[in-house]
């Protein structure tokens, strides 16, 4: 791909895609606007609460850059909100004016971004590196396409996932469904163009993660591109993949030929949101033109189309700019004392004041701050939220619906007061309006549903159930026993051939073991998911995956502990052990197999050729130099996690 191409844009009107009374992709339409037409009736009052079966577990817990998946995003079509499970997994259909639950749908990775309606069709990203086809009615698979090129998985933040998981957001636009799978540029992204009805590919551009190019710190030159990270933007004949920590990628969404990425221009720019209205972008509380990527000026976090204005939000402020005349030129004197022509920002055409702690701080947030010490790589706080701006924006009508910590509100265009408000759990981070009615959703998993008329509002839960202990006594007595000999009750397990989840369930009763399960038959792998979901289990604790037990995508040496669900009842035969070695962490890690009081026990010793690295470099001599002689090239990622594992900052030692 070494075409020159012009982009020319010629866009003044309102950006507005989507069919009335629905919110069928986040953020309402492919340019990620936060527009709707739908004009909200008056004295909204609460209709429903819908309480999840657990909190989001985000990807980059400790990355206020890339908060793409902080509350469940909720889509909403045909009189169906839909979203997709972190924590759990799977994707939901409930009722939008009940809130009752309509279906569910099991993938094999967290689900991190919000599903996106086309027709009669609901398509869903996932971090097992899918992009599933669903029915919209009930639920049931069409087709899933793979992201990366093979089935590979690794521990990503304490969670199993595809070596390239879809991180690149699903949009629609002009009958074209795109995503992005692969987070690490040095080991392949793959952007995709789709035919939503067929599945067919009509292009993949997998070449940009290993371009050479120039990085973020001057004078570095690497072959490290582009990452999907957040949800995808479309607009004109242009896509915009979000890198998650830099500034947006921005392609040719006709032919898939990258045209720009101001990687080293905008180093300590970037986030993993991007709307685009007019002529301009808006990334992380900057502007840059759609043409070329030049970064303009600066301005609020969150951003909001409406016909007449960019809204935006600063510390406790509401503030509208001028559509068609946001940016003008002025001169100012550079530091070597030159002048110079410079866009900024035109003066608010209005704005409103809020009371204080109207839009609470998110900042304080367990998840939403920086861990104690220094993590690898500063720049993950680089740049800091705003103090009590708002956490999500949108337009609905002439009505801009702000929210913050616990609370959401309304205030009125025209007469520019603010005319509802109320009170909820969790810090908002999505919202949504469709068919009259706003859904608020929270951290916490909750999502709420306010409309017209007088609201008879009702909770719906779904309630953990635990098995009969008569059917899991021998399963019991085995975990038991494994607990006696093993004195394992924290880190990962693999349960190796699980049967129908039982040895699984009763070890995550009695331990705090993270769990993987693998089984191929698919008639016991969906009766040990639907009852480990039953007991509030699935995902948070337990993950079941269907596959042949002689040949697992698991990454080595992750598992302390190696059990067997169908050995309780079938004997150590039932077994693979050649997988189990590979598998098996080395010194210590432990395998348990057989029917209880006959359970055997191999235990992994220390991997022969391995060095210590005791000191910050290397040993208490300073020497920077490993005595590993197992080590060797080419080297791929095993595992990554920062969500608690802080390391010393060498750069200013």
């Known amino acids: 791909m070494k075409r020159t191409i012009l982009i020319t844009i010629i866009c003044f009107l309102p950006i507005v895609h989507i069919q009335a009374a629905d919110w069928p992709m986040y953020r309402a339409d492919s340019a990620r606007s936060s527009y709707s037409p739908e004009q909200l009736p008056e004295g909204l009052m609460l209709q429903w609460t819908y309480k ?41 259909a409930l009722d939008a004016v009940t809130g009752k639950t309509r279906w569910m749908f099991f993938t094999d990775g967290p689900v991190r ?100 190019m120039d990085q973020p710190h001057p004078t570095a030159r690497a072959k490290s591109g582009i990452a999907a990270q957040g949800y995808l933007a479309a607009f004109d004949n242009l896509l915009f993949v979000p890198t998650g920590r830099a500034v947006p990628a921005v392609f040719d969404r006709t032919e898939g030929q990258l045209l720009y990425f101001r990687l080293q221009q905008n180093q300590y720019s970037g986030g993993s949101d991007v709307a685009i209205i007019d002529g301009n972008f808006f990334n992380s509380g900057e502007i840059y033109t759609v043409a070329k990527g030049v970064r303009q000026e600066r301005i609020g976090v969150q951003v909001a189309m409406h016909p007449d204005f960019v809204i935006s939000s600063g510390k406790n402020k509401i503030i509208a700019f001028d ?201 016991k792998v969906k009766a040990a998911r639907r009852m480990l979901d039953s007991a509030g289990l699935y995902g948070v604790r337990v993950t079941v995956h269907q596959a042949d037990p002689m040949q697992v995508s698991y990454p080595n040496y992750f598992a302390d502990l190696v059990v067997s669900g169908r050995s309780v009842t079938e004997g150590s035969s039932a077994t693979a052990i050649k997988e189990v070695q590979r598998i098996q962490c080395p010194s210590g890690g432990i395998a348990c197999f057989g029917r209880p009081g006959a359970i055997r026990q191999f235990v992994r010793r220390p991997l022969e050729g391995v060095g210590n690295w005791t000191h910050q470099n290397t040993d208490a001599a300073n020497t920077l130099c490993s005595t590993d002689t197992r080590i060797h090239g080419p080297l791929k990622m095993l595992w990554f996690r920062d969500t608690d594992f802080v390391m010393p900052n060498r750069h200013n030692r």
């Open 52 to 92: 999840s079966p657990h909190s989001p577990t985000p990807a980059w817990p400790t990355r206020n850059r890339q908060q793409f998946d902080r509350a469940y995003q909720p889509v909403i079509a045909d009189g169906v909100l839909y979203y997709g499970s972190s924590a759990d997994c799977k994707v939901y």
């Open 113 to 212: 971004f919000a599903p996106v309606v086309w027709q009669d069709r609901l398509f869903v990203a996932s971090d097992d590196g899918h992009l599933y086809c669903l029915t919209a009615t009930d639920g049931q698979l069409l087709w899933k396409l793979r992201g990366g090129p093979k089935d590979d998985i690794l521990l990503g933040n304490d969670r199993m996932i595809s070596r390239w998981p879809a991180r690149g957001g699903p949009v629609v636009i002009d009958n074209v469904l795109y995503f992005g799978a692969g987070i690490w540029p040095t080991e392949e992204i793959f952007i995709y163009a789709i035919d939503p009805a067929s599945g067919k590919v009509l292009w993949c551009n997998d070449s940009s993660g290993g371009i050479e």
């Open 323 to 523: 559509r068609l005349n946001l940016l003008v030129d002025k001169e100012v004197i550079d530091r070597k004392g030159n002048k110079k022509i410079v866009k900024t920002l035109t003066p608010p055409v209005w704005s409103v004041d809020l009371l204080p702690g109207s839009l609470a701080s998110t900042a304080t947030l367990k998840g939403a701050k920086p861990p104690g010490g220094e993590l690898m790589g500063g720049t993950a706080w680089s740049r800091p939220l705003l103090s009590d701006a708002a956490s999500a924006l949108i337009v609905a009508g002439d009505n801009v619906i702000a929210a913050g910590q616990s609370k959401v509100l309304l205030l009125n265009v025209r007469s520019r007061n603010v005319v509802w408000d109320a009170n909820v759990d969790g810090a908002v981070y999505g919202l949504a309006v469709a068919q009259s009615r706003l859904y608020v959703s929270t951290d916490l998993g909750m999502i709420y549903c306010f409309g017209g008329g007088i609201g008879r509002p009702e909770t719906r839960e779904a309630k953990s159930t635990k098995p009969q202990m008569a059917k899991n006594a021998i399963y019991t007595t085995a975990a038991e026993q494994i607990i006696h000999r093993t004195a394992i009750t924290e880190g990962y397990c693999l349960d190796l051939a699980c049967g129908e989840g039982l040895l699984a369930l009763e070890l995550a009763r009695l331990t705090k073991l993270q769990i993987y399960c693998i089984e191929k038959d698919p008639a």
